[in-house]
Nanobody
Framework: QVQLVESGGGLVQAGGSLRLSCVAS????????VAWYRHPPGKQRERVAS???????DYADSVKGRFTIDRVNAENTVYLQMNSLKPEDTAVYYC??????????????WGQGTQVTVSS
């Protein structure tokens, strides 16, 4: 079965940076769109960034200019570079596989998540 494994989370001070990784196994990411979602404590899950198979990225307004999503198909990996982190970025971050369309359409393939905690 498809596996998506996130890593790279941790505890960081406000203003710091983290780079999350999502490695896929038992599936090739190349033809798919991929997204990063986050689930903050006590709030709803939200999509923060997505990238099409062709490399077109889209971001939530809350992270534009601070987060960058990119993919390395040869590594079957998608990354999320997070800079200028804020306490409100604290959440469990998940990667998701989606249909490769202009509007991100998620499949029900999720990783186990990685915790990001930003201290003030």
């Amino acid at each position: 079965q498809v596996q998506l494994v996130e890593s790279g989370g941790g505890l960081v001070q406000a203003g710091g940076s983290l780079r999350l990784s999502c490695v896929a196994s038992r599936i090739t990411l190349r033809p798919y769109a991929v997204a990063w979602y986050r689930h903050p404590p006590g709030k709803q899950r939200e999509r923060v960034a997505s990238i099409t198979s062709g490399g077109t990225a889209d971001y939530a307004d809350s992270v534009k200019g601070r987060f960058t999503i990119d993919r390395v198909n040869a590594e079957n990996t998608v990354y999320l570079q997070m800079n200028s982190l804020k306490p409100e970025d604290t959440a469990v971050y998940y990667c998701n596989l989606g249909e490769d369309r202009n509007t991100y359409t998620p499949y029900n393939y999720w990783g186990q998540g990685t915790q990001v905690t930003v201290s003030s």
